[in-house]
């Protein structure tokens, strides 16, 4: 199979335009916008947001880097389809023993998508600060538009190097107590323990994605609605995923979700992505369908 590890020379296309600087990592030389996809809580579906995010960007005609910062787990590259290619990974760049052209994984559908994944041999302590800065910032200086960072869950070292030098964060929340609860310690952690924080650029612009949403659930009182977390973490909704099949059946099968343009899950993120490149649209699949008269008259 092919192991395209090469990245293409920087093409003359402008890089978008963000609403705040970006974050001013030194040398930088292009307006490469960092996107942090957190959560304070595990299995709510961030690598399958990063992954769909990644892609809907690439269709866009954007160059875009996805890096998995969940050193010992490693998830993204089963998503993406390209688990089979690793060779190098993200903390063998960091350590210097590849360089970060070896150890990008180009898509095979998508000719400006570049994966790099975690590693599974190490543990958390194998990043560090100034190798993060590093790669960010060559992956800057080859042009890239946009820099992914799927990160862990919680608050651990892998978490805070993901969100440390963000200039967005989508935070991944499933519409029930402990998740949104988790959630609210990291929009303090963004608001506080980042390098815009430090330098006083203003804090890092913050969406909200609800996953696994169940309309029927909500309606009938067990699950939060939108407005209710919305509510209590104070953050525009990006987007809201519904529960659907087709997100297993995706990641089974190595193909991002977003792809399966038939799946309603699909066609949430890419909605999402849409309103994350200022494109105005409607929310959908917040409603519970309703039942027919024969379904309501035998309870099915």
Do not use: W
């Amino acid at each position: 199979m092919e192991n395209e590890q090469i990245i293409p020379a920087p093409t003359d296309t402008p890089a978008p335009s963000v609403p705040d600087s970006p974050t001013p990592i030194p040398g930088r030389t292009s307006l490469t916008e960092i996107i942090v996809v957190t959560s304070g809580k595990g299995g709510v579906g961030k690598t399958t947001t990063s992954a769909s995010l990644a892609v809907g960007l690439a269709r866009r005609g954007k160059k875009v880097a996805v890096i998995d910062f969940d050193v010992g787990l490693r998830n993204l590259d089963l998503i993406m389809g390209c688990e089979r290619r690793v060779v190098y990974d993200f903390v063998n760049v960091i350590h210097e023993e590849c360089t970060l052209r070896q150890a990008l994984i180009k898509d095979k559908r998508h000719e400006t998508l570049y994966v790099l994944a975690a590693s599974q041999t190490r543990d958390k302590d194998a990043l560090s600060k100034e190798g993060v800065e590093r790669v960010l910032k060559e992956l800057s200086e080859d042009g890239f538009d946009y820099i992914v960072c799927d990160s862990p869950a919680g608050i651990e070292k892998g978490a805070s190097l993901a969100m440390y030098f963000a200039d967005r964060a989508i935070v991944v929340v499933n519409p029930e107590v402990s998740s949104v609860r988790d959630s609210d310690r990291i929009l303090g952690l963004l608001a506080s323990k980042t390098r815009r924080a430090e330098l006083g650029n203003g804090p890092v612009e913050q969406h909200l994605l609800l996953t696994r949403y169940n309309p029927d659930r909500v309606a009938g009182g067990d699950m939060m609605g939108v407005d209710d977390v919305k509510e209590i973490l104070g953050i525009e909704v990006l987007g809201v995923i519904p529960e659907s099949p087709g997100v297993l059946t995706a990641s089974n099968a190595g193909v991002p979700v977003i792809l399966d343009d038939s799946s309603p899950a699909g066609q949430a993120y890419d909605d999402a992505v849409a309103r994350l490149s200022g494109e105005t649209r409607p929310m959908r699949f917040l409603d519970a369908q309703k039942k027919g008269f024969l379904a309501r008259i035998f309870g099915s």
